[in-house]
């Protein structure tokens, strides 16, 4: 089973993308900001991040960059779901890593597309 961890501050948004992950299939968890997804990550080792880039204590960037200096961690894709906006950030969040992008507002089906393009690419059942 694909196991996706979600880190959003917004315990709305988180739980409602929680519930949708869960009904497509996927095991899911959660974590409020950064520093909490980190460690989540080093318990559970997720097959994919889905992550808000603007959260307190460790923001979506530093985490992506936190998870690339660990040989253990830097193969996990993180798809950023943020408000942020602008193309440059985008680009940053591309440049950084990012395995895709997508901006909130969105219909979630943009965000289960990405996540179905990544489990294709990588051969992995959802059950």
């Known amino acids: 089973?694909?196991?996706?961890?979600?880190?959003?501050?917004?315990?709305a948004i988180r739980e409602n993308t929680a519930e949708l992950l869960e009904l497509e299939g996927f095991h899911v968890i959660t974590a409020s900001n950064g520093k909490e997804g980190y460690g989540k990550v080093v318990q559970h080792v997720p097959d994919?991040?889905?992550?808000?880039?603007?959260?307190?204590?460790?923001?979506g960037f530093t985490l992506l960059k936190k998870l690339g200096e660990n040989p253990k961690y830097k193969t996990i894709p993180v798809i950023f779901f943020s408000a942020?906006?602008?193309?440059?950030?985008?680009?940053?969040g591309l440049e950084l890593g990012a395995y895709d992008y997508i901006v909130k507002p969105s219909e979630l089906h943009d965000?289960?597309?990405?996540?179905?393009r990544f489990i294709a690419e990588k051969n992995l059942s959802i059950s």
């Open 1 to 11: 089973m694909v196991t996706i961890l979600i880190i959003d501050d917004c315990n």
């Open 84 to 92: 942020k906006s602008e193309k440059k950030e985008i680009i940053k």
């Open 48 to 59: 994919l991040v889905v992550c808000d880039i603007l959260m307190p204590e460790m923001d």
């Open 111 to 116: 965000l289960i597309a990405s996540i179905r």
